[in-house]
């Protein structure tokens, strides 16, 4: 098949997607805003960059999306996030057209923004599909009134690079390692873990943390890191492979994540899978997945202390951790795959190209 993605080439769940897609022999095209390489991947820079034209850049490159689809001819367009590139998607009047959720599209955004949910109930209102990464999700898409088919995809890690057996074959750290892989964006909330760092370093001298990831907020947070005094003891790496980023969470004894909001967090799926132990924040999709004082902690979003305070309790707890890293382990394996969820979605591809409709 021929597909085409409307989405931010440089976002890690791009690539993710097309590339899944092209290794499994389809034909792939990324239409972007923003520049990027995908290896095996057709990537076209079809209108100016959002970060500096805001959200007019998605009406200028309307034009640039109608006139490359033209000469594409895919066989499916493909929205990746309800927002900008949905409401380009809907704007491009092509089929079978697929928008998918990612988690603040509809969780938060039309919330907040009265206009945006007019512009996502659009984009959403004329997809043939719509992915949703888990339940709340679903719940919010129809809370916005929209009956259109819903595919539910909650995957998992890809157990091919994220496994415990990097764990066994690692070396042991010879101090408590603390591991963060959110990106440094308001929503993902990483001051929280650095506000709350001091004090567990000074539970655990010889602690050391290691943030994983970028974005808009990394100079303001390394900054803060240094007006703490902490920053020769957390490292922010920047982006890494996804074969880097398991390395640094087989090593890991702790997992955090600050979100205040997500759709599907991947990232705490990953973490499960190499067996670090997961101290997340208390919102739905964590709540999901972590039973509390079970296979890991849930804490609050906005206090420092309360996350200090459960890195604390875990670390001094090898039993607690041994024990629930088992149990995530067998979690990780049985609930849906990656590979699965991108079958199911291959599914519907299909269904939707032979004109047999939807499975719902």
Known sequence: MKLCFLANAQSIHTKRWATYFSENGHDVTVLSLSKGEIPGVDVRLIGPEPKTFGRLAYLVA????????????????????????????????????????????????????????????????????????????????????????????TAGADTAIFHSRRRSASQPEARPLIVSTRHLEPVYNLRLLVEALPEVFKAFPSAKAVIIGDGSLREELESRANELAIDGRVSFVGRLSPSEVADYLSKADMFVSTSLSDGNNISLKEAMACGAFPVVTDIPVNREWIQHGLNGFLVDTQRPGDLADHVIRGLRSPSLRRSAAKLNRVRADHRMSWKTAMALVEAEYRRLVDGRGIRT
């Open 62 to 153: 309307a034009l640039p999306m109608r006139m490359a689809l033209r000469v594409l001819k895919p066989d499916v367009l493909h929205s990746l996030y309800a927002g900008g590139y949905g409401l380009l998607g809907s704007l491009a009047g092509y089929h079978p057209f697929i928008v998918s959720t990612w988690g603040s599209d509809v969780l938060v955004v039309p919330q907040v923004e009265p206009r945006m949910a007019r512009v996502i109930r659009r984009s959403l209102g004329r997809a043939d599909l719509i992915t949703s990464e888990s339940a709340h999700m679903t719940a919010s898409i129809r809370a916005l009134g929209i009956t259109r088919p819903i595919l539910a995809i």
